[in-house]
């Protein structure tokens, strides 16, 4: 997922968070042996060769990923899509279908080129935060990259996990219990963002946060907040009150949404 990915586990026995901490990493290898476009063997390549009409059967993990893709790129009215890059050879989006019966993915156009990358780390995050959860280790933090935090139960000696917005994180720094925060913005890797619905880079220039309860939605949306603008996003909003998106306005970040911003520290 050309990424690094953290575990801070709290209240536990080192030996015993040290080795579910690993079994966790070891989960990240294996999910993206399936969901990353740049291993040749994983199903995302070769979803990428089915012909219009064909099906392929799907792993659990990339089944389960694209559900939460779909229903990202639905709440979102287009403006989050794991097939945006096919614009750039293409002249208009793939389209596909799930078909839960079987579990399998069908090509109705298109070349189904599929980027994970604005949602494979979250979804990694809450597939380890299960495994933890399954070790009795409730009390976690993790982090994909910087840019999405999964929190669980927080340490015993304080009210949540401090992490912070902004390229150094020291800026607006939260208390996170039983969420996550996904950050997207053009600052480091440039206009990388395309809009789904015109192929063009997106136009936002400051960076977008996103609290979700989950850190696969979070990843998503945060991405999508590149696109969408704000009568947009209170379209979306109105679908989910779980969600908060946190926007920057020069050097402060402004919050759309109806739930409770987490506690500072």
Request: glycine share 8%.
């Amino acid at each position: 997922m050309a990424t690094f990915f953290e575990v801070r586990i709290a209240n536990e026995e080192r030996t015993y968070a040290a080795q579910a901490a690993q079994v966790a990493l070891d989960l990240v290898d294996k999910l993206e042996s399936h969901l990353s476009r740049f291993r040749a063997n994983s199903e995302i390549t070769q979803i990428a060769q089915l012909l219009p009409g064909q099906q392929m059967r799907l792993s659990e993990p990339t089944f389960a990923c694209l559900e939460v893709a779909r229903r990202i790129e639905l709440a979102t009215l287009g403006a989050f899509s794991v097939t945006a890059a096919a614009l750039q050879t293409q002249v208009s989006l793939p389209k596909w279908n799930l078909l839960s019966e079987n579990s399998s993915i069908e090509c109705e156009s298109g070349k189904l080129l599929f980027d994970l990358g604005a949602i494979g780390k979250g979804f990694a995050l809450d597939r380890m935060a299960e495994i933890l959860c399954n070790w009795d280790c409730p009390a976690y933090l993790l982090v994909a990259g910087g840019s999405s935090i999964l929190a669980g139960e927080p340490p015993s000696d304080a009210q949540g996990w401090s992490c912070g917005l902004g390229e150094d994180n020291a800026s607006h720094r939260f208390m996170l219990t039983h969420t996550s925060l996904s950050g997207s913005g053009i600052a480091v890797k440039g206009n990388h963002i395309l809009n789904p619905r015109t192929g063009q880079p997106a136009l936002r220039t400051n960076r977008a946060w996103v609290l979700a309860d989950t850190a696969a939605e979070s990843d998503a949306l945060s991405t999508a907040c590149m696109v969408l603008n704000e009568p947009e996003m209170e379209d979306v909003l109105a679908q989910d009150s779980s969600w908060l998106f946190l926007l920057e306005d020069g050097e402060s970040a402004r919050s759309i949404g109806s739930r409770a911003l987490p506690p500072q520290g």
